[in-house]
């Protein structure tokens, strides 16, 4: 296996184990159109799905996905056989099967793993689903596809929240500051004002009565008694 495809998977798994809760060992959801193109182009699926993912893994199917298998008949027997040694995790659809990829669509929401199909019309639709994780086969080369423009726009949606965030509290400390510095310059302003010897209050000044300069009238002769 090529190093640079090992980095690009590495690389896109660590997308999803950063920003959507994806962890080691991976959950691999296999359903029969998988183990039908593992057949064709003699693909152990355990064997390099766990060299390309670099990680040990859980292969593991759904009640319906080995129904529906059952049901195609001889054409998918080798493919049956394949899927029904894979682990079975409970879908909810027990007693009530549903088509494969109905049932694979609806375990994705409840937990975290990455789908094995080569049904395009199921692809499609995982696609739309921020943060789900997808393999194929391309011949015998397993690809991993990069994430989709839905978990893309979702994490970068995440990012962008968080840095406006960080941004609104810096700008909440940046108020406080100045909202302390002006309490502070209010303070000492106050305690400048007190310090100030207080000059006279110009609303207790009286204007002083100006004396005339000019002669002084004689003072009033006592009335003779
Ligand atoms: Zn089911």
Same mark, same amino acid.
């Given at each position: 296996m090529k !190093?640079?495809? +090992?980095? $690009?998977? #590495?690389?896109? @798994?660590?997308? *999803? !184990?950063? =920003?959507? =809760? *994806? #962890?080691? &060992? *991976?959950? %691999? +959801?296999?359903?029969?159109?998988?183990?039908?193109?593992?057949l064709k182009n003699k693909v152990q699926i355990n064997d390099q799905l766990k060299k390309y993912l670099q990680s040990e893994l859980k292969l593991l199917t759904t009640y319906c996905c080995i129904l529906e298998a059952e049901s195609l008949g001889a054409s998918l027997s080798g493919a049956t056989q394949i899927v029904k040694k894979f682990a079975v995790h409970k879908c909810g659809h027990e007693g009530k099967p549903v088509p494969a990829s109905e049932c694979i669509y609806s375990m994705v929401k409840s937990s975290k793993y990455i789908i094995s199909t080569q049904d395009r019309d199921l692809q499609e639709k995982l696609r739309r689903l921020a943060g789900q994780a997808i393999i194929y086969l391309h011949k015998a080369t397993p690809v991993l596809e990069q994430p989709s423009k839905a978990s893309k726009k979702f994490v970068n949606r995440i990012k962008m929240r968080s840095l406006l965030s960080k941004q609104t509290e810096q700008k909440i400390k940046v108020f406080k500051e100045i909202e302390g510095i002006n309490k502070e310059l209010n %303070?000492?302003? !106050? @305690? =400048?004002? $007190? $310090?100030? &010897?207080?000059? &006279? =209050?110009p609303l207790s000044c009286k204007k002083k009565t100006i004396k005339k300069t000019g002669p002084s009238r004689p003072s009033r002769k006592k009335k003779k008694k």
């Open positions: !190093i640079e495809r +090992l980095k $690009k998977s #590495h690389k896109t @798994m660590a997308f *999803y !184990i950063t =920003n959507f =809760n *994806y #962890h080691q &060992p *991976y959950q %691999v +959801l296999v359903d029969a159109t998988f183990c039908q193109a593992a %303070v000492t302003k !106050i @305690m =400048n004002k $007190k $310090k100030k &010897p207080r000059g &006279p =209050n």
